[in-house]
């Protein structure tokens, strides 16, 4: 058992748990204000996504600029049913038609449409968070690694429909609400989520969350099929002829990426308090692969710092010169990756990792040292 959980964790990645741990439930927390705090649990919902990436694009070599397809998705699917509670009929008695959401009535439905009523309930919400991008994952997936399609052609394929998703989104408004998207989300289960506590709470669990996934992402990258993944991207035929079913296992990283990246838009949703299309097109999806390159595209703790720090420099600039933060962001990038081509995951690699090494090889020399007189 031992064994099996060292290889599963090793020293190096407990302590960047534990650091990272330490980061998001003790140090931002007692650092910041509701309001801040509150920022930081939207960028963390960033991180959901920037960790799927490390497994499709840095250990499966796949990569996807159609992630907000996913994150949009799962952030659509909470906020439905967030949505259909908030429009009871007492509080939409004013609409035309009370019991609809009031996007519906402003375009003149008349009747909640069919696929919406399973969002009455929050088992079939959470199940479609994961479920309904890992669908459109799939048959995605098999359209094109089934035919052998990667590379380049890939990443526009994915960027194409996050392209058509969003067109979608906005032309159908009185089913999806538009480019205004869903809003005026009030509670969950009763529970007013809209209160500075409540949004306090919903930074810890997506705190919670957000370590489920890193272990989940930690054990495909620890495993057999992690281990797969990444001579897939360094000699894909030599797998194939191996005997191995590359797309089969191309499928499967490119689903997982797409349900981390649901969660991580259902957390925003309660987070926040809204969806909408910006969330889900190409311009959101590049960004999120800036923010796993930063970060480091072959570490998952790298992907969480690299969601955190673009997302605080973008707040920052646009905070302080609205007008140049888009040049700022990407002279941020540019930056990062012409000095640290490995993004903070290489700093770390090589700057802090060996110094925590070297302290702890002397710890143990000086227990060793200390038990020997005594035998």
């Not at 920037?50 to 497994?55: D, E, K, R």
């Not at 957000?210 to 495909?220: E, G, N, P, S, T």
């Not at 838009?265 to 926040?272: D, K």
């Not at 955190?308 to 941020?332: I, Q, R």
Request: charged letters at 15%; glycine letters at 10%.
């Amino acid at each position: 058992m031992k064994r099996s959980f060292s290889s599963f964790m090793t020293r190096q990645d407990m302590v960047g748990f534990a650091i990272l741990a330490v980061v998001i439930f003790v140090l931002l927390p007692i650092s910041l204000d509701t309001f801040r705090l509150n920022l930081f649990g939207k960028y963390l919902t960033y991180a959901f996504v920037a960790i799927g990436l490390v497994l499709c694009w840095g250990a499966g070599g796949i990569l996807s600029l159609g992630q907000g397809v996913f994150f949009g998705l799962g952030g659509y699917c909470m906020a439905m049913f967030l949505k259909l509670e908030a429009s009871t009929p007492e509080n939409t008695s004013i609409q035309s038609t009370p019991g609809i959401p009031d996007f519906m009535d402003w375009n003149q439905l008349t009747a909640l449409p069919a696929w919406w009523e399973p969002f009455h309930s929050l088992a079939f919400a959470l199940f479609a968070v994961v479920a309904v991008p890992v669908f459109f994952a799939f048959i995605i997936g098999v359209a094109m690694f089934r035919r052998r399609v990667g590379g380049v052609y890939f990443a526009i394929i994915t960027q194409a429909f996050a392209a058509i998703l969003t067109i979608l989104i906005i032309g159908q408004q009185g089913y999806t609400g538009g480019v205004n998207g869903i809003t005026d989300l009030r509670t969950l289960k009763g529970w007013d989520i809209r209160t500075d506590e409540a949004k306090e709470i919903l930074y810890y669990v997506n705190g919670v969350m957000l370590f489920v996934v890193l272990f989940a992402a930690q054990f495909i990258r620890k495993s057999k099929l992690g281990r797969l993944l990444i001579a897939m991207r360094d000699q894909e035929d030599r797998v194939r002829f191996s005997g191995y079913d590359v797309a089969a296992f191309k499928i499967f990283v490119f689903c997982a990426g797409a349900a981390f990246a649901g969660i991580g838009g259902a957390m925003f949703t309660l987070q926040v308090g809204f969806m909408s299309p910006t969330l889900v097109g190409i311009v959101p999806s590049i960004e999120m692969v800036i923010f796993c390159a930063v970060g480091g595209r072959i570490s998952i703790l790298g992907a969480v710092y690299g969601a955190l720090l673009v997302n605080w420099a973008k707040t920052t600039f646009s905070e302080s010169f609205p007008e140049l933060w888009l040049l700022g962001l990407g002279a941020l990038f540019i930056a990062v990756v012409m000095v640290f081509p490995n993004g903070l995951a290489g700093v770390y690699a090589e700057h802090v990792a060996p110094r925590i090494n070297r302290l702890f090889n002397k710890s143990a020399a000086d227990m060793a040292g200390a038990k020997t007189p005594a035998e």
